[in-house]
């Protein structure tokens, strides 16, 4: 007597395969952008006590945080992203 593979199974096998991989790319996914805000706070509170900024008056008052805001968001962009210019649809 031969065993037949059984289709059924193979198939509920590659689709549970297939699911694992998801939820793992998922998770990795979520992973990386977990890691991209812990390191924004970090950038962010690194800054507010750099200038000592205690309250939304304190920014506009201390020209040095107005100076280095620059700096700082240039970390902020090194970290997510730039804006990607679209080219003109004609």
Do not use: W
């Not at 297939?18 to 998922?26: A, D, F, I, L, S």
């Amino acid at each position: 007597m031969t065993l037949e593979p059984n289709n059924e199974l193979a198939q509920a096998d590659r689709s549970h395969q297939e699911t694992v991989k998801m939820y793992r790319e998922m998770l990795a996914e979520r992973d990386a952008k977990i890691a991209k805000l812990e390191r924004l706070e970090t950038i962010a509170c690194e800054y507010i006590k750099r200038h000592e900024i205690f309250c939304s008056e304190s920014i506009y008052q201390m020209d040095e945080v107005i100076l280095t805001a620059t700096g700082v968001i240039e970390e902020f962009c090194d970290v997510v992203g730039y804006y990607e210019i679209e080219e003109a649809q004609e």
